[in-house]
């Protein structure tokens, strides 16, 4: 099992970047998808998920409005489109995937680092 984050780099304030996760060993059709970051000293935080019935989304509140997420269940991936970048959203990106029927089965990602800077 594995999650392979991707399209992380570094972006001018204002910029655009769209990160990837492909999802290996199991099949993404079933869980929810979502991202979080972590930035140094600060705890890891959701930003944003997408459900595995109907595709609804929610988002952090610093990323309402600018960041869209989105699943492909054919190929087994979810992405983040990041728009209006500011520096505060440099962080490292973890991808997450998250199950729970009588139990809740996790994965994640090893993360893609995202520079906001000038």
């Known amino acids: 099992v594995q999650l392979v984050e991707s399209g992380g780099g570094l972006v001018q304030p204002g910029g655009s970047l769209r990160l990837s996760c492909a999802a290996s060993g199991f099949t993404i059709s079933r869980f929810t998808m979502s991202w979080y970051r972590q930035s140094p000293g600060k705890e890891r935080e959701l930003v944003a998920e997408i459900l595995s019935a109907g595709g609804s989304t929610n988002y952090g509140d610093p990323m309402k409005g600018r960041f869209t997420i989105s699943r492909d269940n054919a190929k087994n991936a979810v992405y983040l489109q990041m728009t209006s970048l500011k520096p505060e959203d440099t962080a490292v990106y973890y991808c997450?995937?998250?199950?729970?029927?009588?139990?809740?089965?996790?994965?994640w990602g090893q993360g893609t680092q995202v520079n906001v800077s000038s």
């Open positions: 997450n995937a998250r199950h729970t029927l009588l139990t809740t089965v996790e994965f």
